[in-house]
């Protein structure tokens, strides 16, 4: 028999755009506003915990449009705007899910999931998405106390709320009392069509772990003359300002180059525009990377890189709230922490979150060399100029008016008009001198491209990348407007295991299962299935999303594990 067990809440946001925070509309914008809707699993987490995420990217002013831009930027900040961590995630189709890790060390107190795209700071952080979570640390005493009286912040805002009933979905449950590690059957069956609902996730977690907030908050600035800020069309976009450091000038139709160096190594090259400002769309890797930057450099000038801050510094005036729990949100922390605890002690985070491996290959990024020379298959000979010369491969040393280059060989065409790229450890050089008199013992090979070969918008005459032993560009000199950094490029994407673990083990799971993207089809039920874990008490199914007319909806049925 199906028990049908059901407690219904329909957050409506007033505004044509709702949203976990949502931006009023301003008519007087004609370029497309994108707005986004923020889920989590949850809203009260315990320091150390994962907090599963869902967002959706729609465009407010033009309904019918695909959202302009694949990456969302998402950040935790305390009330008073100070930003605890930040993160960039792919999106596809308009969807991003993925997982913040809450630092271990946080302090207990009132936190806010801040989400954004790119473009969307050209209206002003009043556009972005702002969700309240609750956080508690049960090794520190401490609650963090927010000063009510803050005078910093660049945007003022208003903000409303509103709560309306509304019942969506048959939820039902083969049973509605488990035992520890039951297999658990969910049938959802949409009663409405299946396009009106635009996204919907779901997430079995305990009650009392904390409802959904809502928020509008009216703060989007004016349509600006010309947008600071272009999209994301593709992945991350590492953008900036390229300046005369004598004039303080920008440089116009300048070379800009740019190195990602390690594993998943590559090279672009781009020209500032007339503004003087770059922008490098970068590959779609995960984790922090080492980047080199470099510009052309004239006699007379001097260029400086000023890199954009991947995250918007600029800050509203958030709402203050008092931290607080009820007594059966207490009791629930308590189980939260204990939980986390136990599996911490048992088990190693990949038992219920399941790494999505990143795999780029071993290949650098032009792919398998025309041919390769190791210099120690040779006699060794004093500098690289020797090699190229006495042995015979596909680079030879000319000279013209009295200076030397490189002559690629080969019956490609392109290969005659175009300069050949030449790379030390992946950093273009240009100083042909530094790099044809270069000691063989500090190279370990060189590859070697003879076709024309064409990266971006650029193109050249083949390509010579010097690889030296110890990683250390064979002591070359690199230019002198080069910077180096550590760039934060995607968040790694996890998926939960619903059913992890030996029975062996304890399985102190504290969300049970979610899906950020739940994908339903109209009158056919879907069901879900997975296991109980060995806590007890009350869960709660939570249906939640956004409906094609704007409204955010929250649905939730009820099971026990006894």
Avoid at 117 to 129: A, D, L, V
Avoid at 402 to 415: A, D, H, N, P, R
Wanted: with cysteine; net charge negative; charged share 20%.
């Amino acid at each position: 028999m199906k028990i049908t067990i059901q407690h219904i809440i329909l957050l409506f946001l007033l505004g044509p755009f709702p949203g976990t925070v949502s931006v009023a509309q301003d008519d007087g914008h004609s370029a497309p506003l994108e707005a986004i809707d923020f889920f989590t699993d949850r809203s009260i987490y315990i320091s150390g915990e994962n907090i599963l995420f869902s967002a959706i990217i729609m465009t407010q002013n033009s309904p019918g449009e695909k959202a302009l831009s694949k990456v969302l930027y998402v950040e935790m900040i305390n009330q008073k705007n100070d930003q605890i961590l930040g993160q960039k995630f792919l999106v596809f189709n308009a969807v991003s899910t993925g997982y913040i890790k809450v630092p271990l060390n946080l302090s207990t107190g009132i936190y806010y999931l801040k989400s954004y795209t790119k473009y969307m700071r050209n209206f002003g952080p009043g556009s972005f998405s702002y969700t309240k979570i609750r956080v508690l640390n049960p090794f520190e005493s401490s609650i963090q106390i927010e000063d009510t009286e803050v005078t910093d912040h660049k945007t003022d805002t208003t903000v409303t709320s509103g709560v309306e009933a509304y019942d969506l979905f048959h939820i039902e449950t083969d049973r509605a009392v488990y035992k520890q590690l039951d297999s658990i059957s969910i049938s959802i069956i949409p009663k409405i069509h299946r396009d009106s609902l635009k996204i919907t996730c779901i997430s079995v977690v305990p009650s009392h772990s904390g409802e959904p907030g809502a928020m509008i908050i009216n703060g989007i600035e004016k349509q600006k003359d010309k947008f600071e800020y272009m999209p994301d069309y593709y992945g991350i976009t590492l953008t900036g300002l390229l300046l005369d450091n004598h004039s303080n000038q920008p440089l116009p139709s300048t070379e800009l180059e740019l190195s990602i160096l390690g594993d998943s190594s590559d090279f672009i090259s781009v020209y500032t525009n007339s503004d003087g400002r770059f922008f490098f769309p970068l590959p779609r890797l995960t984790g922090q990377k080492t980047v080199f930057m470099a510009a052309e450099r004239a006699d007379s000038i001097i260029p400086s890189i000023l890199v954009d801050n991947d995250f918007s510094p600029i800050s509203i005036n958030m709402p203050y709230q008092t931290f607080n729990l009820s007594e059966n949100e207490r009791v629930t922390a308590l189980n939260l922490a204990r939980n986390l605890q136990i599996s911490e002690h048992f088990t190693s985070r990949s038992d219920t979150l399941a790494n999505e491996p990143e795999n780029h290959g071993d290949l650098p990024f032009y792919g398998t060399p025309t041919e390769t020379l190791n210099i120690d298959d040779y006699v060794q000979l004093p500098t690289l100029e020797d090699y190229f010369n006495e042995l015979p491969y596909l680079v030879k040393v000319r000279r013209l008016k009295g200076k030397k280059y490189l002559k690629m060989m080969g019956t490609s065409s392109g290969i005659q008009i175009f300069e050949p790229l030449v790379l030390v450890d992946m950093i273009a050089v240009h100083d042909m001198d530094a790099i044809l008199s270069i000691s063989s013992k500090h190279i370990a090979h060189i590859d070697i491209i003879n076709e024309t070969y064409v990266k971006g918008n650029m193109t050249y005459g083949g390509i010579v990348s010097i690889f030296s032993k110890n990683d250390d560009f064979a002591g070359i000199e690199l230019p002198h407007s080069g910077i180096f950094i550590k760039y934060d490029f995607l968040a790694g994407s996890m998926t939960l295991n619903n059913s992890p673990g030996d029975s062996h083990i304890p399985d102190a799971r504290n969300t049970l299962y979610w899906d950020g993207n739940f994908q339903l089809t109209s009158d056919t039920p879907r069901e879900i299935l997975f296991k109980s874990g060995h806590s007890r008490g009350q869960y709660d199914i939570v249906l939640q999303g956004v409906l094609n007319n704007g409204e955010r909806f929250i649905q939730i049925a009820t099971f026990r594990v006894e």
